[in-house]
């Protein structure tokens, strides 16, 4: 038997929850509650198996009840059942110490099968949420731009720019026009994948 503690605050999300785990014979619910302070006492004393957590409540946040139990060496599984899709909180809340993620639009669907994921040692997560992680992963790891792909001309000259250099200054250096500087400085964007003079310093 799986005994699970459900916290959250707003109580006709909170009695979907056991309406759908209900129908499971397996699963037991042993506590509701909306306060995050009384979750982490709840915790203590009965030590459930499962929580399934929101993140807004009442009085402190969710995300503070995973770190307080996970402080405290609590190992309990935390399911987090947030309206939240964004990057930021979802990978807040895996750092925080949650073991899966799924969105409340999406409960019917997805919460028996995560519940059973998780108790399986996996990390669900809903897949509008996945697919928003894996988007702002990429966009961390974007691989550096090659200086090999520039001529020996247009590295000259996005070294000299990068470092602070104007036009009239370069050129006068190179022997070649102020705006042939400009058209060498415009392909170097284009070839790095950059916008500024500071994303060019960045690259040396």
Known sequence: ?????????????????????SSRQDLEIIGVTESGRQAIALI????????????????????????????????????????????????EAIISGANGYITKDRLHVELLPSINDLLAGGSPMSSAVARKALESFRKKVQPKADLSDLSPREEDIMRAFALGKSYKEISEELFIAPETVKTHIRNVYKKLQVNSRTDLRKLL
């Not at 038997?1 to 785990?21: F, G, K, N, W, Y």
Request: negative net charge; charged residues 30%; proline residues 4%.
């Open 1 to 21: 038997m799986t005994r699970i503690l459900i916290v959250e605050d707003d109580p006709i999300m909170s009695d979907e929850m056991a309406q759908i785990l």
């Open 44 to 91: 203590r004393e009965h030590r459930p198996d499962l929580i399934l957590l929101d993140i807004v409540l009442p009085d402190i946040t969710g995300l503070s009840v995973l770190r307080e139990c996970r402080r405290r060496g609590l190992s309990t599984e935390f399911l987090v059942v947030s309206s939240f899709e964004d990057y930021a909180k979802v990978f």
